[in-house]
């Protein structure tokens, strides 16, 4: 029953790509009180929190049972157990991922359902807009990165969100540390870099995977893949966040062009 972003713009006969391009935070959101004591992500998509099932629980899995594993993401997974999860999901089963799966299952799943995805998760009209930021630098390099994220659909957006938050959890486990006891807890040794170097690839796509045409990434586009993902996780916290200047411009320019738009907001307000 969620609605795209795309659906308000059908509210009214004038089309708002301004909405559509940064889509505005739903100040119901904001409201702690109202999340009847659950804490919940803020989204860029003012409509509902589109992430899939799948994504979801496997993040979820691996962040309760598999931080520590050591090359997590690296080590191979059964391919039979692997192929029946992904059935499943597809089915629509409500699938339910416990400690008695393998970690290194779930994860081989994950990478499978980014690098399979019929359009990548930063759509590949997009790819090199994004490339193009690994020869910036620092504050240009971010506030290029953040725009380039407001252009993303709301499932996508929400779904590299939480893709990136759960990458930087896992990577904040890499080196290994002490516990109260003394005892030691072993680092999973995924760094941001390494995370990069497994997931760019099956994020950042140029062709979709299995067309006839789609070449072998040269090394130019293999590392600026590596650093842009990089960026992204080092600083998803605040490359998602739309600041109350930006949303008060972007509101004064709607008051000009779509009123109409205005008014739904404020309805839903």
């Known amino acids: 029953g ?18 559509e391009a940064l889509q505005l935070s739903h100040p119901y959101e904001l409201d702690a009180q109202r999340s009847l004591g659950k804490k919940k992500m803020l989204s860029l998509n003012p409509i509902s ?21 050591v090359g997590i993401f690296r080590v191979g997974s059964s391919k039979k157990r692997v192929q029946q999860l992904r059935e499943e999901f597809d089915q ?9 799966q393998s970690v290194h299952d779930v994860a ?24 193009s930021t690994a020869t ?17 659909p709301p499932c996508h957006s929400d779904t590299l969100h939480r893709l990136l938050r759960f990458l930087s959890t896992v990577a904040r486990h890499a080196e290994s540390s ?32 299995g067309e006839k045409d789609a070449g072998a990434m040269n090394f130019e586009d293999s590392a600026a893949i590596i650093l842009v993902l ?16 930006m949303q008060c411009h972007i509101l004064r320019r ?4 779509d009123p109409d738009v205005i008014d739904f907001l404020q309805r839903r307000k």
């Not at 709607?254 to 062009?257: A, C, G, R, V």
Request: aromatic share 8%; with cysteine.
């Open 2 to 19: 969620a609605m795209s972003v795309d659906s308000i713009t059908d509210l009214s006969d004038n089309t708002s790509k301004l909405l």
């Open 49 to 69: 929190w589109q992430v899939p099932r799948i994504v979801e629980r496997c993040c979820k899995h691996i962040e309760r049972h598999g931080l520590q594993t």
């Open 92 to 100: 629509g089963l409500d699938v339910f991922l416990d400690e008695r």
């Open 108 to 131: 081989a799943l994950l990478k499978e359902f980014l690098r399979d995805m019929p359009d990548s998760l930063i759509p590949g009209e997009l790819y090199g807009a994004f490339l």
């Open 136 to 152: 910036m630098e620092g504050p240009v390099q971010l506030a290029t990165l953040q725009l380039l994220l407001f252009l993303l």
């Open 178 to 209: 002490w516990g109260p006891d003394g005892q030691e807890i072993p680092g999973n040794k995924m760094t941001v870099a390494n995370l990069a170097t497994i997931f760019g690839p099956n994020i950042l796509q140029k062709e979709k995977p």
């Open 230 to 245: 990089q960026r992204l996780i080092e600083h998803h916290q605040t490359l998602f966040m739309v600041s109350p200047e």
């Open 254 to 257: 709607l008051f000009q062009t």
